[in-house]
């Protein structure tokens, strides 16, 4: 399986820009790194996804190394909403034959005002 | 767009009992995998099922199951209930076909066995 590996913590001033780290060093060539954050009593909710360039939406940008064995989730302003805790995964793209989905535990992100 | 749902919410069990879960996902999603979480282990894929059929099984026995309807609804079953079972249970749904897969997860149904 591929697996990635992230901080467990991670601490931030409200109103700064927050950068989650990530490595996935077995990443292959179809897979796409996902980012996915869940809030206290909630389900996971999708942030971003890419595959080989950065990518930015309402939400936040992701900067894929060019190796693609690491990336790294930026918030570009923390705000108190955005504690949660942050999950990189891999996923594979095409419709064919799935693999197990690796979260691991994933980085508690704290906002602090 | 309705979201993924999810139910029951919320359930209590004791041990040697059996539970079933039901989660609907997004009108159009073909594929449902399941998920447990729970705070010593985090999230764990238990399953994914598409078009009916299960594509990929997690590590865990066989006391866990699961299904997929021609609706594209899913059920996942828990017999002989263990005090180790409670957790919260997620389900996620997507669209194959799309490329990257986005994964839409449910609230979740949590479960407490005693």
């Known amino acids: 399986d591929a697996k990635t590996t992230q901080p467990n913590s991670m601490e931030s001033n409200e109103e700064e820009p927050v950068h989650l780290p990530c490595n996935h060093s077995t990443i292959s060539g179809t897979d796409y790194i996902h980012w996915y954050r869940q809030l206290p009593s909630q389900g996971p909710e999708y942030v971003i996804h890419g595959l080989t360039s950065n990518v930015n939406n309402r939400m936040a940008s992701l900067a894929i190394a060019e190796d693609r064995k690491s990336s790294t989730l930026i918030l570009h302003r923390a705000t108190l909403r955005d504690a949660a805790v942050y999950y990189c995964i891999l996923r594979e793209g095409s419709s064919g034959s799935a693999r197990q989905l690796t979260f691991g535990s994933g980085t508690q992100l704290t906002v602090l005002p | 767009k309705a979201g993924v749902t999810q139910t029951p919410r919320y359930l209590i069990k004791t041990r040697g009992q059996q539970v079933t879960l039901s989660c609907s996902p997004i009108?159009?999603?073909?594929?449902v995998s399941w998920y447990q979480q729970t705070p010593g282990q985090g999230l764990q894929f238990l399953f994914e099922y598409f078009s009916e059929t299960q594509r990929n099984k997690g590590n865990f026995p066989g006391r866990f199951s699961g299904r997929q309807f021609s609706n594209s609804r899913s059920e996942m079953n828990v017999s002989t209930l263990e005090l180790g079972d409670s957790a919260l249970y997620l389900c996620?749904?997507?669209?194959?076909?799309?490329?990257?897969?986005?994964?839409?997860f449910g609230a979740g149904s949590r479960l407490t066995v005693l």
């Open positions: 996620a749904s997507s669209v194959p076909s799309s490329g990257a897969n986005v994964l839409t």
């Open positions: 009108s159009g999603h073909r594929s």
